[in-house]
């Protein structure tokens, strides 16, 4: 069964890989599975035939068969469980890394994503530079926290996991805003996860759809 993800027909990320199908299709990569995108536009986001999809309305949505999700962390998991590269055998390792997982989207990725958005959105407000401080400050204690666990390994436990693959695609979002510069030991971690083959041919995939929007 052909599997189907959907996508941006022109993301604002503007080709820079942050849009979230970006995590499921360097999921696909990893495991090597092939798959069809479905670019949609923000008006065919809203219409019913999506909602019957994604309740909420966004990208990505997953479908393979009688089998339609939503939400990227929870395609990325059902992806890692049902094909070979993502999650480690041992049953101790594969629990860790399913927890690195639920850490990378709900306690690293939630402060990141508010300060990209008051940037955008909230900078007229009154309270913007305080609340600018605050996203900053819940951040640096967020990658202080995880650049102390990874130390000088190479990935969060043991051998690259889904759990890397999330929390590389959650830091990608601080990377050109410098909070990284702190943390030598995870901008060595992003780079590593951006030099996989897999991400290479996903942002590629990705970047190719943005490509084709400008040009039109």
Do not use: C
């Not at 949609?40 to 019913?48: A, G, I, N, R, V």
């Not at 390792?93 to 927890?99: G, P």
């Not at 609340?131 to 043991?158: C, N, Q, V």
């Not at 971690?189 to 996989?196: I, L, P």
Request: charged share 25%; aromatic share 10%; hydrophobic share 45%.
């Amino acid at each position: 069964m052909t599997i189907t993800i959907t996508a941006f027909e022109r993301s604002p990320d503007r080709g820079k890989g942050l849009a979230r199908d970006m995590r499921v299709r360097w999921a696909l990569e990893e495991v090597g599975q092939p798959y069809d995108v479905r670019l949609l536009s923000f008006e065919e986001m809203k219409q019913p035939a999506h909602f019957a999809l994604h309740p909420f309305g966004q990208i990505p949505t997953y479908e393979e068969g009688d089998l339609a999700l939503f939400e990227s962390g929870a395609i990325v998991l059902h992806i890692a469980e049902n094909h070979a590269g993502l999650l480690p055998d041992d049953p101790n390792a594969r629990a860790r890394a399913i927890t690195w997982m639920f850490a990378a989207l709900n306690t690293v990725e939630p402060p990141i994503f508010d300060h990209d958005l008051a940037r955008i959105f909230e900078r007229d407000e009154p309270w913007y530079e305080q609340r600018l401080r605050f996203l900053k400050d819940s951040i640096g204690k967020r990658l202080g926290a995880l650049s102390d666990r990874l130390g000088e390994a190479e990935w969060l436990d043991g051998l690259f996991s889904a759990g890397d693959l999330l929390m590389v695609s959650v830091l990608l979002r601080s990377k050109g805003s410098g909070m990284l510069e702190d943390y030598p030991n995870l901008a060595a971690y992003v780079a590593r996860g951006e030099a996989r083959p897999g991400y290479k041919r996903a942002f590629e995939a990705q970047l190719a759809v943005f490509t084709a929007a400008s040009t039109i």
